[in-house]
């Protein structure tokens, strides 16, 4: 440390000492001589000013010695957090938030399922084809997927699956009739085949179509009666009529 350094730092002694204690200078004319020596005069006036307690600011005064007090917002350290201005501020764990520290780290870790009342399922697992429903106030549940060609129907106030009835997807007033034979009442279960006759083929479609087709050479025996005007009997290429005369 240089001499000028020392001897700064002894004539703001005997200066504080002297002037302070007997109360004959204000903080404003404290300032002023400290300030008379530069950079050396303004560590003089740091090292002469009292220790302050843990946690406390050196805080600067425009018109008197700097003092020690609590930190402001703009200081070092937190002035308030979410308006709380407490010295000491405590971190507490939740529901579904939990904080360990470890030396200066602080890790938030998630824990258990979140509920419904905060926007969760309050549910652990799901399979493949579940369905979620609310079994109750403010609870839900999961229903298992159902088997092939079931309906999902109401039973006591929830979902379930079961066979399907008259207005749950299937049908029970279809009924199938023709030019002949016992009209038929068609159910859930039955098929449905489209027959061919004389002259007459059907197949089936992979677009679930059936296609009825006249064969190529159909042959048609009986009577074959031609009236009104203008009905003309057109035969291409070879034809074959025979009967009675």
């Not at 302070?20 to 300032?31: K, P």
């Not at 560590?43 to 003092?67: D, F, R």
């Not at 010295?87 to 602080?106: P, V």
Request: one cysteine or more; glycine letters at 16%.
């Amino acid at each position: 440390m240089s001499s000028s350094i020392l001897k700064a730092i002894s004539y703001a002694g005997v200066y504080v000492g002297a002037v302070i204690g007997a109360g004959y200078a204000s903080g404003q004319e404290v300032l002023q001589f400290f300030a008379g020596y530069g950079l050396v005069g303004i560590i003089g006036a740091i090292l002469t000013t009292t220790v302050g307690t843990t946690g406390q600011c050196l805080l600067g005064n425009t018109s008197a010695a700097p003092t020690w007090g609590a930190c402001p917002g703009d200081g070092v350290g937190i002035s308030s957090l979410n308006g709380q201005t407490g010295a000491t501020q405590t971190f507490a764990n939740d529901t579904n938030i939990t904080i360990s520290s470890s030396a200066n780290t602080h890790t938030l870790t998630w824990a258990g399922n979140l509920a419904t009342g905060r926007g969760g399922t309050g549910l652990t697992t799901y399979a493949a084809g579940d369905l979620l429903y609310a079994s109750a106030s403010n609870t839900l549940a999961s229903l298992a997927i159902g088997s092939n060609n079931q309906c999902l129907i109401i039973t006591a106030g929830v979902p379930t699956w079961g066979s399907c009835t008259a207005g749950g997807g299937g049908f029970t007033n279809l009924s199938l009739d023709g030019d002949s034979g016992t009209p038929e009442t068609i159910g859930d279960t039955d098929t449905i085949t489209i027959a061919g006759g004389t002259n007459i083929t059907t197949s089936v479609g992979a677009t679930d179509t059936v296609t009825v087709n006249l064969d190529n050479a159909p042959t048609i025996s009986g009577l074959l009666t031609l009236s009104s005007a203008g009905t003309a009997l057109s035969v291409t290429n070879n034809a074959t009529i025979s009967g009675a005369s």
